[in-house]
């Protein structure tokens, strides 16, 4: 829907050390003892947000001063520094330089060249997003990369947000926000507080400073699978509530109501033109049904199937949908165009629709802390039933079911557009683990020393979602490879036969797929035993969490793996060993494995999966005893013995 200019943000990180200035004595030294594991670091990353009043409303400027410090020679590989602006916030001037020890001085090599290109996003098919690129000169051990930028702020209520933390350690870091005595300014911390940031506040000639700087910060942690630093990093948020202007108060956001009216005053942009051929589309999908859940099921099937999705996020574009008609009739559209013309459809069928703005999982803020438009990057179309539920439509994503949101707003809160002054925030739910499944039922048969496989298997949820698409879009040529890497259990001997989904175009039915496999060297011959292990599918086995770890570990969506394995007991053999039962659970996750004999065959049931979207740091000696439980069932054998 749009684009928050975030990297600009975030590339403001440099030096406070003005005792170093014009001379290089021990600076390499002090900094190369105190890091001794980094090969850059930011001396200082200061941020200056000037905000003022003039005839024509609000001028606001964004002044980044950044210095990092190369302490070992790397070549080229820091060499290359970027900003991207846009018509929201374009950028002003830039200034780069690279300055260079000389003895006790430093030689300065300004950069010359800037190259400014449109960024290109996979999932945007056009913005207004450009990037200005540049190499830092003479790059050398003890080198300074200097970097100075100005970025207008075109729309009040698109203010940046300040990281103190960055990719490597931070000697100094500074925010200051100066604004006119008239204006109110609102201040919203993130994990951290005001005294952590040491704030000061002055005022001079009808302007007010706010200041917040830190010292010494280490860099931020990198875990994978964790989520985005809005979650862990120490940052602050500032958004203007209003200002006097000609005598005249001007409101800007002094709370909800107003991001409301902004949104609102955005969507009645939207052109309205003639409807008639949304309305036919609309009776033919319609006809015959009297049941409102299969309307609105027929409406997003239809949407989900015929609108193609492709970004447009440049200037208004990113925040006016257009015709609902238009987008009808083209057939394509980004999420606000999708959005509307579910709500458009609903309602000419009669339901109670609405369209709804929603930040997706990487936006940590909720509207009640921060009724900012830094809230929310995407739209859906929310429909009210009458038993007071609601259903959270997402077209844009393809093959999942109408009755679950999709994964990336998973407990969010949705601002559900009522009507031109009224809204309603709801709390959008996870699907729980019984939603999003893989139940497998496998045959297996040992033949000639191969493991002989057929397998029949049920895919739901977001799971399923994942496999339609490669069923559904990877080239057939490509396909079974694909597949077979997908697919491969037990070791690298692993042949995929045959695979083939049971087709259907009802998107509430799990995804049928069944396939034929082989496994030479599984099977393990000592005397007259054998050795067979029936979990060839290790789930969650390589989830161990490092002890090194510090931040959550984020989970895609709740989820569960029930596999039952049926071994076909070799002739003239007999069962000597299974393996016992086992099982753990808690709140967030859980496991069962299981064996049973007939004397004829043997089978395995296992269950594992885990009912939360993060495992929070004081929850991992508990999580990694449960992969280490599992595991070691994992590892067990059945024995059958020759008679």
């Avoid at 003479?138 to 960055?166: C, M, V």
């Avoid at 292990?533 to 770890?549: A, C």
């Amino acid at each position: 829907m749009k684009r928050i200019l975030v990297a600009a943000i975030l590339a403001s990180g440099m030096i406070y050390c003005p005792q170093l200035s014009g001379q290089t004595g021990g600076e390499l030294e002090t900094y190369a003892a105190k890091y001794p594991n980094e090969a850059i670091i930011y001396l200082k990353d200061e941020l200056h947000l000037n905000i003022r009043v003039d005839k024509t409303g609000l001028v606001i400027s964004n002044t980044a001063n950044q210095e990092k410090l190369q302490l070992e020679d790397r070549g080229t590989f820091f060499s290359k520094g970027g900003i991207e602006y846009s018509g929201w916030s374009p950028l002003d001037q830039i200034q780069a330089s690279t300055l260079v020890p000389d003895g006790k001085k430093f030689k300065t090599y300004p950069v010359k060249d800037f190259t400014t290109n449109d960024v290109m996003e996979d999932d945007i098919f056009y913005n207004d997003t450009k990037e200005v690129t540049f190499y830092f000169p003479e790059l050398t051990k003890g080198a300074h990369l200097k970097l100075d930028y100005t970025l207008s702020i075109q729309e009040p209520r698109f203010l940046p947000s300040f990281y103190f933390g960055n990719y490597a350690p931070t000697e100094h870091a500074e925010y200051t926000v100066t604004f006119p005595e008239n204006l109110e300014l609102e201040v919203v911390y993130f994990n951290t507080d005001a005294e952590q940031l040491h704030f000061t506040q002055t005022k001079e000639k009808g302007n007010i400073t706010y200041s917040w700087s830190m010292r010494d910060i280490p860099k931020l942690p990198s875990d994978d699978y964790s989520p985005s630093l809005q979650y862990y990093c120490p940052h602050v948020v500032v958004y203007i509530k209003n200002y006097i202007s000609g005598g005249k108060k001007v409101d800007i956001i002094n709370n909800l109501d107003d991001l409301h009216n902004f949104y609102s005053g955005l969507l009645d942009q939207t052109p309205r033109g003639d409807r008639s051929n949304v309305q036919s589309v609309v009776d033919s999908i319609t006809a015959g049904l009297s049941s409102d859940d299969d309307k609105v099921k027929n409406i997003f099937n239809w949407v989900q199937s015929n609108i193609k999705y492709v970004a447009f996020e440049a200037g208004l574009d990113g925040f006016v949908p257009r015709d609902p008609a238009k987008v009808c009739a083209n057939r394509f559209g980004d999420c606000k165009d999708m959005a509307t013309l579910t709500t458009e459809m609903l309602q000419m069928a009669h339901i109670n629709a609405h369209v709804a703005w929603v930040g997706t999982r990487d936006i940590r803020y909720s509207y009640t802390e921060l009724p900012t438009p830094a809230c929310d990057n995407h739209m859906i179309c929310v429909v009210q039933k009458p038993d007071s539920s609601y259903l959270f439509l997402d077209a844009t994503a393809s093959y999942i079911d109408y009755t679950i949101p999709t994964s990336f707003i998973q407990e969010k809160e949705a601002l559900v557009h009522l009507s031109s002054d009224s809204y309603k925030l709801v709390k959008i739910p996870a699907p729980a683990s019984e939603k999003n499944y893989i139940k497998e039922n496998m045959h297996l048969t040992v033949e000639d020393g191969l493991l002989v496989g057929r397998s029949f298997s049920l895919y739901d949820g977001y799971i399923k979602m994942h496999f339609k698409n490669i069923f559904q879009n990877v080239p057939a040529a490509d396909r079974l490879k694909l597949l077979e890497d997908i697919y491969e259990t037990g070791n690298n001997t692993f042949v995929l036969d045959s695979i083939r989904e049971v087709p259907t175009d009802d998107n509430l039915q799990p995804m049928q797929v069944s396939y034929g496999f082989r496994i030479k060297n599984y099977v393990r011959q000592s005397g007259n035993k054998m050795y067979i292990n029936l979990t060839l599918d290790k789930d969650f086995s390589t989830e161990k969490l490092e002890p090194t770890r510090v931040l959550p570990y984020e989970i895609p969506y709740k989820h569960h793996f029930e596999r039952t394995v049926s071994l076909e007991i070799p002739e003239g053999y007999t069962v000597e060993y299974l393996p016992s039962d086992a099982s753990y659970e808690n709140d967030n996750y859980f496991f069962t494995i299981s064996y049973t004999s007939t004397g004829k065959e043997i089978t395995m049931h296992s269950n594992v999966g885990v009912k939360a979207l993060y495992i929070m740091p004081e929850e991992f000696a508990t999580w990694n005893d449960m992969i280490t439980q599992l595991t070691g069932k994992y590892m067990e054998n059945i024995i059958l013995k020759k008679q």
